[in-house]
């Protein structure tokens, strides 16, 4: 199962954009789901994410304060709602199912990411 993420694109700094998470053959309700990225010649990290059920949420400190991470499960999908972007932002994102939390670990193959871009 590959969860696909969309919704990047070229952005100035200190503006926004708001990523989509959606996947076929999974309920992504039944799911913690996470939001990765990786920047150019650096490692994939994890930065949010947001559990099933009662939808708690964990956030890396470098994006806590300015990223939203939501779910809507009656559409299947799963947003990363980003504010205030700056220049260190700019990486591919990516989104998976996940044990959230600091360190989350993602299950399954990864799926096409969506390139975000900060840059005036």
């Known amino acids: 199962v590959q969860l696909q993420a969309s919704g990047g694109g070229l952005v100035q700094p200190g503006g926004s954009l708001r990523l989509s998470c959606v996947a076929s053959?999974?309920?992504?309700?039944?799911?913690?789901i996470g939001w990765f990225r990786q920047a150019p010649g650096q490692e994939r990290e994890g930065i949010s994410c947001?559990?099933?059920?009662?939808?708690?949420?964990w956030y890396d400190g470098s994006v806590k304060g300015r990223f939203t991470i939501s779910r809507d499960d009656a559409k299947n999908t799963v947003y990363l709602q980003m504010n205030s972007l700056k220049p260190e932002d700019t990486a591919v994102y990516y989104c998976?199912?996940?044990?959230?939390?600091?360190?989350?670990?993602?299950?399954?193959?990864w799926g096409q990411g969506t390139l975000v871009t900060v840059s005036s």
């Open positions: 947001i559990n099933s059920g009662e939808a708690s949420t």
């Open positions: 053959g999974l309920t992504l309700e039944y799911y913690a």
């Open positions: 998976a199912a996940v044990s959230c939390g600091r360190g989350m670990v993602h299950f399954g193959s």
